[in-house]
């Protein structure tokens, strides 16, 4: 049972355009939401992450769009780029340490140039 | 400061072989922890230690066992490998309870056949 869903599986975007990927989650209990950027053969690397007490969180190309009614919240990546290329994870913490993330599945993303 | 090493990078085992994965950083972070990533499955929390001397269980700790004798250092033992164990594993460490970021390791992709 995916207690966060994440979708599209895979994503292809031109350069310069907007890539958008959803996540959805069932247990309100979740306080911290973070994006992780996996490129291959690395660890995933902390993008950006957002608290419920906000609706939206931009840093640079990258925003974070959070509704807390409808449980959903999604990565915005403006102006993409082939550097953008990666795996992106979304991630749900019950606590607000962010320890014990639990992930989506998985977002695989390619920028064509 | 070398952040989080993870060896071996690549091991291959047969069913019924143990063997340990080894985590260690240099950061002196207080939390660490192994996850495992499985395509279509993102990642999955297979247990944490908040400092030396404790270590719990995550989402799927079935099969694996772990001890932190020391801040630097949290070893993953698999006992008795199995095919279902074929996965990529991620050490992550993050610096103390109020602090949100968590960094990987780079990975140890593990075969049982």
């Known amino acids: 049972q995916q207690q966060v869903k994440q979708s599209p599986q895979s994503l292809i975007v031109q350069k310069g355009g907007i890539s958008i990927i959803n996540c959805a989650y069932e247990?309100?209990?979740?306080?911290?939401f973070p994006w992780y950027q996996q490129f291959p053969g690395k660890g995933p690397a902390l993008l950006i992450a957002?608290?419920?007490?906000?609706s939206e969180k931009k840093e640079g190309r990258f925003t974070i769009s959070f509704n807390k009614s409808a449980k959903q919240f999604s990565l915005h990546i403006m102006d993409s780029q082939p550097g953008d290329s990666a795996t992106y994870f979304c991630?749900?913490?019950?606590?607000?340490?962010?320890?014990?993330?639990?992930f989506g599945e998985g977002t695989q993303l390619t920028v064509n140039p | 400061n070398a952040g989080v090493t993870q060896t071996p990078k690549f091991q291959v085992l047969k069913t019924g072989q143990s063997m340990t994965l080894q985590c260690a950083q240099d950061?002196?972070?207080?939390?660490m922890s192994w996850y495992r990533q499985d395509p279509g499955m993102g990642l999955r929390l297979i247990h944490y230690?908040?400092?030396?001397?404790?270590?719990d269980q995550g989402e799927v700790p079935n099969g694996y066992n772990v001890s932190r004798s020391t801040t630097e250092d949290f070893p993953l033992r698999l006992l008795s490998a199995a095919p279902s164990q074929t996965s990529v594993y991620f050490c992550?460490?993050?610096?103390?309870?109020?602090?949100?970021?968590?960094?990987f390791g780079p990975g140890t992709r593990l075969t049982v056949l």
């Open positions: 957002i608290r419920p007490d906000v």
């Open positions: 950061m002196n972070h207080e939390y």
């Open positions: 992550a460490t993050k610096r103390g309870r109020y602090y949100n970021e968590q960094f």
């Open positions: 991630a749900a913490s019950k606590e607000t340490s962010g320890s014990r993330l639990t």
């Open positions: 230690s908040v400092g030396a001397g404790i270590t």
């Open positions: 247990n309100t209990a979740f306080d911290y």
